[in-house]
């Protein structure tokens, strides 16, 4: 069984940083296309950034170009989404997701596999 957890989620004044991991379990986790959404209360699921399994193509949502970087360390298993810069309209539940391939141009949620329960962050202005 595919388990996808992330944790690191919060709350933080608007300028600040927050760290996201990822990790998942039951499934070889260089195999799989790695991603970042969120949903907002009212609004849809998005992508907000994914990175592919070898970490050579990476697709970034334009609201979060400059301020949030993604990686991953396949050795150990771990996803990771730095966020700098961070503006009130960040705020939304983030998910973690395992993707069976990379979509350019786009995180696409019809690719997605598996998702994770999802963890809270919150930019107060």
């Known amino acids: 069984q595919v388990q996808v957890a992330e944790s690191g989620g919060g709350l933080v004044q608007a300028g600040g940083s927050l760290k996201l991991s990822c990790t998942i379990s039951?499934?070889?986790?260089?195999?799989?296309?790695m991603g970042w959404f969120r949903q907002a209360p009212g609004k849809e699921r998005e992508g907000v950034s994914c990175i592919s399994g070898g970490s050579m193509s990476t697709h970034y949502e334009d609201s979060v170009k400059g301020r949030f970087t993604i990686s991953r360390d396949n050795a150990k298993n771990m996803l990771y989404l730095q966020m700098n810069s961070l503006k009130p309209e960040d705020t939304a539940m983030y998910y973690c997701?395992?993707?069976?391939?990379?979509?350019?141009?786009?995180?696409?949620?019809?690719?997605?596999?598996?998702w994770g329960q999802g963890t809270q962050v919150t930019v107060s202005s």
């Open positions: 997701a395992a993707s069976r391939y990379f979509v350019s141009g786009t995180c696409a949620k019809n690719a997605v596999a598996y």
């Open positions: 039951g499934a070889p986790f260089d195999g799989y296309t």
